[in-house]
T-cell receptor
Framework: SQKIEQNSEALNIQEGKTATLTCNYT??????LQWYRQDPGRGPVFLLLIRENEKEKRKERLKVTFDTTLKQSLFHITASQPADSATYLC????????????FGQGTTLQVKP | DAGVIQSPRHEVTEMGQEVTLRCKPISGHNSLFWYRQTMMRGLELLIYFNNNVPIDDSGMPEDRFSAKMPNASFSTLKIQPSEPRDSAVYFCASTELDTIYFGEGSWLTVV
């Protein structure tokens, strides 16, 4: 069955450093992959979408890569700030192509000043 | 736009009671999702509607759960009877193209 794995352990980094989060998937050939941010007590918020024919995508301090051979996406936040502290979720479309998204468990990022 | 609107934000109920969660999707969005989030299982898709029609309800845990979308601007998720293991945050979301917009969630506690 389809499986999405994100680091369950929290990632703690110092302000100003680059945070790198990983999303691995198996039994999947998704047409695209998405990243969401979730703050405590709030719903997830869409950040970026990267398609299978794109190797890399950038938005301000965010960068996402998508390696369909490794079945992995990396999510980078450069010049990290304490305000970047949140849980980050990756999501992939269900294989039945019904439009639904399946989410990973998320990785919590803590940026210390 | 006000975004996806959910009610109630918080609900505490006794085991065996009926719970109804409500959702107003973003105007113009054709698809609506109900997700459930717990620490143990993360974010799970319960049911998905497209143009008010249920497309995929394979995530609905059991017959105690039901969902309706009588029109494009309103959906309900009902649990009857509720059990303590139903305690979770229930999110409604609607989509524009490939992007999902989530509501703030309904925090349900069944005691």
């Amino acid at each position: 069955s389809q499986k999405i794995e994100q680091n369950s352990e929290a990632l703690n980094i110092q302000e100003g450093k680059t945070a790198t989060l990983t999303c691995n998937y198996t039994n999947y050939s998704p047409a695209y992959l998405q990243w969401y941010r979730q703050d405590p007590g709030r719903g997830p918020v869409f950040l970026l979408l990267i398609r299978e024919n794109e190797k890399e995508k950038r938005k301000e301090r965010l960068k996402v890569t998508f390696d369909t051979t490794l079945k992995q996406s990396l999510f980078h936040i450069t010049a990290s700030q304490p305000a970047d502290s949140a849980t980050y979720l990756c999501a992939l479309p269900g294989s039945s192509n019904t439009g639904k998204l399946i989410f990973g468990q998320g990785t919590t990022l803590q940026v210390k000043p | 736009d006000a975004g996806v609107i959910q009610s109630p934000r918080h609900e505490v109920t006794e085991m065996g009671q009926e719970v109804t969660l409500r959702c107003k999707p973003i105007s113009g969005h054709n698809s609506l999702f109900w997700y459930r989030q717990t620490m143990m299982r993360g974010l799970e898709l319960l049911i998905y509607f497209n143009n008010n029609v249920p497309i995929d309800d394979s995530g609905m845990p059991e017959d105690r759960f039901s969902a309706k979308m009588p029109n494009a601007s309103f959906s309900t998720l009902k649990i009857q009877p509720s059990e303590p293991r139903d305690s979770a945050v229930y999110f409604c979301a609607s989509t524009e193209l490939d992007t999902i917009y989530f509501g703030e969630g309904s925090w349900l506690t069944v005691v």
